[in-house]
């Protein structure tokens, strides 16, 4: 096995590639890899570590915003939305909290 990047991951680059003004929710992008209308708890925790990954490695720039009362975080580029906020951070750090 390569230590590069995975399927899960190069579709979200692509997806982020495409449209870098673009604000995704989890769903979102668990439903752009996955093309299924339901998404379970496997499509979310993977999308979640190649999110994570992602960050880590070709995109430092991902950022989250946590959202009081949802489940889904917004996933956007920094770069296209610079304002700083409580309720946001880098996908890298720990989730940011709800307030």
């Known amino acids: 096995m390569s230590n590069g990047p995975g399927s899960v991951e190069r579709c979200l680059r692509e997806v982020f590639a495409k449209e870098p003004k673009g604000v995704f929710t989890t769903e979102m992008l668990c439903r752009r890899v996955y093309g ?32 009081k009362f949802e489940r889904d975080d917004l996933w956007f580029d920094y770069r296209a939305y610079p304002s700083r906020a409580v309720d946001r951070g880098s996908a890298k750090d720990r989730r940011p909290r709800k307030r």
């Open 36 to 67: 299924e209308k339901k998404i379970e708890k496997k499509h979310r925790v993977a999308v979640l570590r190649a999110l994570k990954r992602l960050a880590e490695r070709s995109l430092p720039t991902l950022w989250r915003r946590v959202q």
